[in-house]
Nanobody, 121 residues
Framework: QVQLVESGGGLVQAGGSLRLSCAAS????????MGWFRQALGKEREFVAA????????RYGDSVKGRFTISRGNTKNTVYLQMNSLKLEDTAVYYC??????????????WGQGTQVTVSS
């Protein structure tokens, strides 16, 4: 059974940092693209960042460029999201996703259950 499990969410003050982790299991995700999305209360899901499983290329949403960094662990079944200079508007549930194609990461073949990130003033 494929599972994506996020961790690392929590409460942080504006300007602070958090590191999210996503551990994938149930199959080999070496060639899969993996990414992060978020959904704030009352808003649509928003693309945050993604990393290709084949080229290592990364892509970021405009609202997080320069502040967030996505990376993969050595086993490629783990993906991280380092979030710096957090803003109030970064408050959301963050979801991990995996897709066979980097081009279709926004559709996601697999999704995690999400982890709450709350940024306070």
């Amino acid at each position: 059974q494929v599972q994506l499990v996020e961790s690392g969410g929590g409460l942080v003050q504006a300007g602070g940092s958090l590191r999210l982790s996503c551990a994938a299991s149930g199959r080999t995700f070496t060639s899969y693209a993996m990414g992060w999305f978020r959904q704030a209360l009352g808003k649509e899901r928003e693309f945050v960042a993604a990393v290709s499983g084949t080229t290592g290329n990364t892509r970021y949403g405009d609202s997080v460029k320069g502040r967030f960094t996505i990376s993969r662990g050595n086993t490629k079944n783990t993906v991280y999201l380092q979030m710096n200079s957090l803003k109030l508007e970064d408050t959301a549930v963050y979801y991990c996703a995996a897709s066979i194609s980097f081009a279709t990461i926004t559709q996601g073949d697999y999704w995690g259950q999400g982890t709450q990130v709350t940024v306070s003033s």
